[in-house]
């Protein structure tokens, strides 16, 4: 496992276990979040800490599935569960400086049932959208 592949698998294993003091020494002090579907930005990890645990419903529970890539682009997925019941897929790509992570974008999408019918069966349906777990492609 290289530099790279062990930061973020660090990385995103602090996520899941929300352990904020392991993600804030895996940050590059320049660090920042963006969420480009909203247009959102978090701009340090004091100003994560405090979106994520004054939230008034509670914080989300990541459940990492996987990690990719190679150089100082990675990325991985994982099921956000929400605590109004909701469940949302994301992808977070990572940009590493200085062997840490210093940008992270986070893509969210909720699943979607196929078309009826599905799309003229050239298509197989699998029984959940998190069926394939991933794996580290370096």
Not at 61 to 84: M, N, P
Request: charged residues 25%; hydrophobic residues 40%.
């Amino acid at each position: 496992m290289d530099e790279h592949s062990a930061t973020v698998t660090q990385y995103v294993a602090a996520s899941q276990d929300e352990d904020f003091a392991r993600l804030a020494a895996l940050r590059h002090p320049e660090w920042q979040m963006v969420w480009p579907q909203s247009g959102e930005q978090v701009m340090s990890h004091d100003d994560y800490m405090a979106m994520r645990l004054n939230r008034p419903e509670g914080a989300p529970r990541v459940e990492a599935l996987g990690i990719g890539g190679s150089g100082d682009t990675w990325w991985a997925e994982q099921i956000i569960h929400y605590a109004d019941g909701s469940r949302w897929l994301g992808v977070s790509v990572f940009e590493l400086r200085d062997g840490r992570v210093f940008r992270e974008r986070v893509y969210f999408g909720q699943p979607f049932a196929a078309p009826p019918g599905g799309r003229n069966g050239s298509i197989r349906q699998s029984q959940r959208s998190t069926d394939v777990k991933c794996v580290v492609v370096a």
